[in-house]
């Protein structure tokens, strides 16, 4: 489908030709302008919202559907990361010229905007029309592209909303195509989904938590448990685990491991990982005044936090502001962290050791990293993940790749700790294999500060 735009007819005899002439083609212009993308050619969003209601009530009136498709290329940032700008504009080019080719006359293909395209299929007679629709515009992107002598490749997500099913107006049916989208991300990219309703009563789930997460530091919803670490040769608690909590007034306590990807996706993770950097740091001193000396106190790094030029300068203030010795912090840091930006993440982790601040490799095992990652940044402590922990005893498969992990850290003389052990059978093989320590609620689960401060004093008795 094409626009129009209309051409005025030049009817003052004072206008001399030229003049007229470059007139109409500005105008024309600015005509293309408001209702194109300049990069692709293609339609944009203004032009689609003008045309769906056409396009749905016709598809009304001659008892068809019209099906939206919203697609988004995966990982399209790594291309513009990799091989720059320019060349992430020559794939979106021809990710366009290939979604072209897969357009019919009756459809509207349009460029929404970054690498977001919606094609609205119109005169279907059913949801499989659009299903077989959008799996050939998913293989057709992933073939190989040459760009400047390279071959590369790219995949794409797809979410499908349909008229008159899942909406009637052109808004729900673009936002409940879009949540599809965002679902079909969610089950590993490279796919389509429908929307269903209950996308609808996730979205409001995650738009509740995140609403509350705004707003849940200023009203003091926020607080922190401590974990004991215990050295498996003494027995004794060595340093504590900062794990948040949060109370919401009306859900109750809400689990980290629900919030906080809500709290990334939304960028509030920010803030809050420095009020628990903080609050932890704080709480750490307060505990040196009450005798409880020389322990450290680990804190949960998200990668959004540690992608921030930023961090290290919080991390500089917070210790500053508390008086806490940099030696006195850990930073457990994720797997996928390291891989998320690898142009951030070695010079931020170099100005968190020149400062003196511990790093720790969380939930090791359960990512992608590879061995040579701990050589190049040296971590000083290595966390093995919770699944081979758990499975100890059970699966000679986990034991031997958990007596392996303890073998490499030793090996690269990083202190290694066990999480969530909760069997004495556990911490037996464990202590055996040379484990250096343990948390988990075998020795205690996360406390408040209280009381973790009352179980190392009574340790010392
Ligand atoms: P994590 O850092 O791996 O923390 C360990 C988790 O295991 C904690 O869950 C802890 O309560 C739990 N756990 C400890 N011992 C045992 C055990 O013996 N058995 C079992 N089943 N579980 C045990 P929690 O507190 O629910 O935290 C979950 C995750 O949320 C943490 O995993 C961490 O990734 C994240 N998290 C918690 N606090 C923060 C924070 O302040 N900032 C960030 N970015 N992430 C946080
Ligand atoms: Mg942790
Ligand atoms: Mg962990």
């Known amino acids: 489908m094409q626009v129009r735009s209309e051409t005025r007819r030049n009817h003052g005899s004072s206008c001399g ?94 460029r929404l905007g970054a690498d977001e395209f919606v094609t609205a299929l119109g005169g279907i007679r059913d949801g499989a029309e659009a299903a077989v629709a959008a799996e050939r515009i998913r293989k057709v992107v992933a073939e190989e592209f040459r760009v400047e002598g390279y071959s590369l490749s790219t995949t794409c997500s797809i979410g499908i909303s349909l008229f008159p099913e899942h909406g009637t ?139 921030q030029q930023s961090f290290p300068d919080t991390v500089k203030n917070v210790l500053r502001d508390t008086g806490l010795d940099a030696g006195m912090l850990e930073l457990e840091l994720t797997e996928s962290l390291l891989l998320a930006d690898a142009d951030v993440v070695p010079s931020v982790m170099q100005r968190l050791r020149e400062m003196g601040v511990n790093l720790a490799i969380d939930d090791f095992g359960s990512g992608y990293c590879g061995l040579n990652y701990l050589r190049q940044f040296q971590f000083c402590k290595l966390k093995i993940d919770r699944v081979f922990v758990q499975a100890l005893g059970q699966s000679s498969y986990d034991d031997a790749i958990t007596a392996a992990i303890i073998g490499v850290a030793r090996i690269l003389k990083m202190k290694v700790i066990a999480e969530c052990a909760e069997t004495e059978g556990q911490v037996h093989f464990l202590r055996e294999h040379g484990c250096d320590e343990v948390q988990g609620y075998y020795f205690s689960k996360p406390l408040s500060a209280d009381n973790f401060a009352e179980r190392v004093l009574s340790q010392c008795n």
């Open 17 to 110: 030709q030229n003049t007229c002439e470059a007139l109409r083609k500005s105008k024309e212009r600015a005509d293309f302008l408001v209702y194109h993308d300049v990069l692709t050619g293609l339609p944009n969003r203004a032009f689609l919202l003008e045309h769906l209601p056409s396009m749905l009530a016709g598809a009304d009136r001659h008892n068809e559907k019209v099906a939206l498709l919203f697609l988004n290329l995966d990982h399209f940032k790594n291309i513009n990361d990799s091989l720059g700008h320019a060349s992430g504009d020559v794939v979106l080019k021809k990710v366009a010229e290939r979604l072209k080719k897969c357009s019919r006359k009756q459809d509207v293909l349009i």
């Open 169 to 307: 107006d052109p808004e729900s049916l673009l936002k409940e195509a879009d949540l599809a989208l965002c679902c079909a991300k969610e089950n590993g990219r490279s796919c389509w989904r429908f929307f269903t309703p209950d996308l609808n009563a996730k979205a409001l789930e995650r738009m509740t938590l995140e609403n509350g997460l705004r707003h849940a530091i200023a009203s003091e919803q926020f607080f922190i448990e401590y974990q004991p670490q215990v050295n498996l040769a003494t027995g004794r608690i060595v340093g504590s685990e900062a794990l948040l909590r949060w109370r919401h007034p009306e859900l109750g306590l809400v689990p980290p491991n629900t919030f906080i990807p809500v709290a990334e996706k939304c960028g509030e993770i920010v803030r809050i990982g420095e009020w628990v950097l903080r609050e932890a740091c704080a709480q750490a001193r307060q505990w040196q005044e009450q005798g409880v000396a020389g322990l450290p106190v680990a804190v949960n790094v998200s990668a959004v936090q540690f992608r």
